[in-house]
């Protein structure tokens, strides 16, 4: 009979695992970065109507790029000079020798480009069990083209309209089965996430999780 796995990690994505957001890291490709979106992007921006739509404001983004010639190979040569956040390269190697005990995925509104393209440079594709985010479909390898996670009908505000992240991990996981449920996490849409015996870790210090979880001892 296999062995249940003791832990299951669950993580955010932007500033948890890199330590910036990947959606605005590259406005860094435009010539004067934010202020060369355009106005209809703007727009969005000082109404704030990107709160629960962001899935969208990318899309239009995205957009953009495309029809001024931004490639995707760019958006990824941009998004693999980001770094981990400080810990995290550290703790990943831990988790890699620990797989047996260890179950790790992640669960972001951002998505599998940006996603994928990190985790390529960082030699970190098979650490994850599974990447819970929005789908993109490269066209054409000349356009990015973002679509939702799911239709959310979650209730909670600090949710976007396309992705629940407390569903999406009840979906895929039965956290019953784990001793121990850890969520690591930064913003408002991570809350719900921890409604169902999920511990969040905002701004977490990783090491003294890990002491308390019984992974690493004392000293």
Known sequence: MQTKKRFLFLFDFDNTIVDQNTD????????EGENSLPNYIMEDIRNKV?????????RKVLQHYYHINISPDQIKQCLQEMHLSPGFQ?????ISLNQEIIESSIVSDSNTFFI???????????????VLTNPVHVIDNVELDIRPFHKNNCQSESCPYNQCKQKAILDNY???EYEQVCYFGDGRN?????????????NVDIRSTLMQSGILGYG
């Open 90 to 94: 550290n703790l990943f190697q831990y």
């Open 50 to 58: 990107w709160i629960r739509t962001w899935n969208k404001f990318m």
């Open 190 to 202: 991570d809350y719900c996430a921890c409604k169902k015996r999920i511990l969040i870790g905002q």
């Open 24 to 31: 605005t890291y590259i406005w860094k490709l435009l010539p």
């Open 174 to 176: 039965n956290i019953e």
């Open 116 to 130: 994928g393209s990190i985790l390529e440079k960082q030699n970190l594709t098979q650490l994850f069990t599974k």
